[in-house]
């Protein structure tokens, strides 16, 4: 899910996204969430006019979606009754469906509503059934009882809440760990009473551990955050008296186990994971493996030791130990706030929740709310029925004059044509809904499409869901991080239409044979005379290849290798070694073996041999350092299936934010999208490039018009 705030104005220096959305999105105190000053259920927020000019502000869209149902504002309408009831309001509205996705498979697609109601003008094509992108405006704020603002809210149906929150119970389940198909965001782990906390980790990351131990008392809730380069901890602990309140446990702590600890995961997932490091990498950044698929931790049982606070001071504890519970924001955790409400079983507008009402200075603000649309004109008269008897609300019932009155003003406000489904709805508090899925980041089907228009759909899916794992792995999934990565690979790969480098050019000739997949094994034809395989050959060259290509003519008799260049200034073999070739005696070598593969087009012995290491199928002891020095005498690694990085979708992607990563894309991405920005995250990727290095920049800006918030 790719999503924003209704207004977009710019960032302040230093502002955190949620303070950001919260000043895009100030709300009247009187109309909050989820209940209004009459103690009545309001499903959402009255956002204040924010226009500061001539030139009204626009409301937005805040996610790609269908416009299902809308009302055209009549400004004559809103001076008299029923619109003017206690003040001039406007009726225009539009209501949008979101259809999207925050994971994998079918628990990560998620549909949603959106409602910007009291709407002063719409935007000029605003049609029902018309598809509408994020950041599109819609309109403009108009009045409400003679104030200016308008009434925003998010709601979905009881589908698709279990798919949005990971449950349909008010609390997280602490029996078992959090869903694997959906993860995004802060990681939350929950220690029971009696976990082991020692004075410090042992040195080699063992289970076995010297020192003083000290269990904890009582349960804690520990979450972790990464957020440029830094990693925070912090820990809650229930408060014993008001049981659905957590409060913090000590000062947050920064970067305790290391400094940077986020650009260092890589650096720290080999030392502490020799065995597997990529799936250490994964306990590194998500407290557990979630890939289980393509990654295996070992040894199983390896710790994942980190400094936390606990009630007695700060101490050591083994987040990866068995008893211990880890979720993530996809699981929308209660000790963070939390909380699915459906104890108020009516279908009327009064709210008689307990868990609303309950202690005073309780949050309710990430209180998900289960109650009547209040948007239904059908409804209307059984929802207000309440206010004709005594309650708690009016020093006397309503008169039915009155009542009907009041009735006939809602009932003009309600939708023109109501294409929901008829009942109660979970409603969202807007500003906590659109920061919390901020974090997620997941790229659809349609996000895709417009990333990479000019890539066939069947190709774009091969590859997505493997994008959206590893932009979540390696921290990618933040607009301006992944429009650096996604935009370089759009360079790379071509836009994921090219995950091999070949040996002519694939715009002119896409069925030449060194572009087809490598099922059968890898590409390795000594009659082709592309020389550029044979220049990664070349002695000295700094790849790590050793094997030379050993080309021979019919009679046995070696050939030697004689680059030059072509009509279009290309390396080839020259005439007459190429004419002369016999591919029954010739051989290639590492130059086309380990030839570019991938997203980020792994290439050369060394780099390869860096990846199979990382993804634990070498081990540290299987090669020497440095082998292409003195390969007669120094172990070279043997790889004899490098195609697995280019037939595995996963590996294709994986291997591209590995380099990435262990490369230090991630800090120089942070620093922003200037061309001098790209031009730094470029020279990591490919520095002999320079001549792509403005496309690298326009692709990265193209992007991120997409993801980013400008």
């Not at 650096?267 to 557990?288: D, Q």
């Not at 309780?362 to 004109?377: A, N, Q, V, Y």
Request: glycine share 8%.
């Amino acid at each position: 899910m790719i999503i924003s705030p209704p207004f977009l104005r710019a960032r302040n220096d230093n502002e955190m996204d949620g303070d950001w959305v919260t000043r895009m999105m100030p709300g009247n105190a009187e109309r909050g969430f989820p209940v209004n000053r009459q103690r009545s259920w309001h499903g959402g927020i009255h956002i204040p006019h924010t226009d500061h000019g001539s030139k009204p502000e626009r409301v937005r869209c805040i996610a790609d979606g269908k416009i299902i149902s809308l009302r055209r504002p009549d400004q004559d309408k809103r001076d008299v009754f029923p619109l003017n009831y206690n003040g001039k309001t406007d009726y225009g509205y539009v209501l949008l469906k979101h259809e999207t996705e925050i994971g994998s498979g079918d628990g990560g697609r998620i549909v949603y509503y959106s409602l910007y109601m009291h709407l002063k003008s719409l935007s000029a094509g605003i049609e029902a059934g018309k598809r509408v992108y994020r950041k599109d405006p819609l309109g403009t704020v108009g009045m409400v009882d003679g104030k200016n603002e308008m009434h925003f809210q998010i709601f979905c149906d009881d589908a698709n809440i279990e798919k949005i929150t990971g449950r349909v119970t008010p609390e997280l389940d602490l029996s078992k760990d959090g869903r694997t198909d959906v993860v995004y965001g802060d990681i939350h782990f929950y220690l029971p009473a009696g976990t082991p906390v020692y004075e410090s980790m042992p040195e080699d990351n063992s289970l076995a551990v010297n020192g003083p131990m000290k269990p904890t008392g009582e349960p804690l809730y520990v979450t972790m955050r990464f957020h440029r380069g830094q990693c925070t901890m912090v820990t809650r602990r229930q408060n014993p008296v008001l049981t659905e309140q957590y409060e913090a446990v000590g000062e947050p702590l920064v970067d305790e186990d290391g400094k940077e600890y986020e650009y260092n995961l890589y650096a720290t997932a080999l030392k502490l994971y020799p065995s597997s490091p990529s799936a250490g990498y994964e306990m590194l950044r998500f407290g557990r493996v979630v890939n289980t698929e393509h990654e295996t931790l070992s040894p199983a049982d390896a710790p994942l030791w980190r400094t936390i606070n606990t009630p007695e001071g700060k101490g050591m504890v083994n987040l990866g130990a068995r008893d211990i519970r880890v979720y993530s924001d996809g699981d929308f955790p209660h000790w963070t706030g939390w909380r699915l409400v459906d104890d108020d079983k009516d279908h009327n507008s009064q709210c008689n929740s307990p868990t609303v009402f309950g202690p005073a200075g309780g949050d309710t603000s990430r209180m998900i709310c289960h109650f009547p649309l209040e948007w239904d004109k059908e409804t209307v008269e059984s929802r207000f029925a309440w206010l004709k008897s005594p309650n708690e609300v009016l020093a006397e019932p309503m008169q039915e004059c009155d009542w009907k009155l009041f009735t006939e003003h809602g009932k003009a406000l309600c939708l023109a044509e109501n294409p929901l489904p008829s009942g109660r709805v979970w409603h969202f508090e807007p500003r906590r809904f659109i920061e919390h899925f901020r974090r997620c980041g997941w790229i659809d089907k349609l996000s895709l499409s417009r990333i990479y228009p000019d890539t066939s759909e069947s190709i774009r899916e091969k590859y997505r869901t493997s994008l959206n794992i590893i932009l979540l792995k390696y921290g990618i999934n933040i607009p301006l991080r992944a429009s650096h990565f996604l935009g370089q690979g759009a360079v790379e790969s071509q836009s994921l239409k090219l995950m091999v480098e070949g040996t002519v050019s694939f715009s002119r000739h896409p069925e030449h044979p060194s572009f087809a997949e490598e099922t059968e094994g890898y590409y390795a034809d000594p009659e082709d005379i592309y020389g550029y395989f044979h220049n990664y050959e070349r002695t000295g060259n700094n790849l790590g290849n050793v094997i030379k290509s050993d080309l021979r003519n019919s009679q046995n008799i070696p050939l030697s290798v004689v680059i030059g260049r072509d009509s279009h200034n290309r390396p080839v073999l020259t005439s007459p070694q190429r004419r002369l070739i016999n591919k029954n005696y010739s051989h290639v070598g590492d130059g086309m073996k380990f030839r570019g593969r991938g997203f980020k087009q792994l290439t050369g012995l060394a780099n390869y041999t860096e990846y199979w290491t990382y993804r634990g199928w070498l081990h540290r002891s299987d090669y020497d350092s440095r082998w292409w020095t003195n390969p007669t005498e120094l172990r070279v690694p043997v790889i004899n299936n490098p195609q697995k990085v280019s037939l595995i979708p996963y590996n294709c992607i994986d291997s591209g934010g590995q380099f990435a990563i262990k490369n230090g894309v991630l800090r120089k991405a942070d620093n922003g999208l200037s061309n001098r920005d790209s031009r730094a995250v470029s020279k990591i990727i490919n520095r002999w490039d320079e001549a792509s290095f403005l496309r690298r920049f326009n692709s990265t800006r193209g992007v991120y018009s997409i993801l980013g918030d400008d």
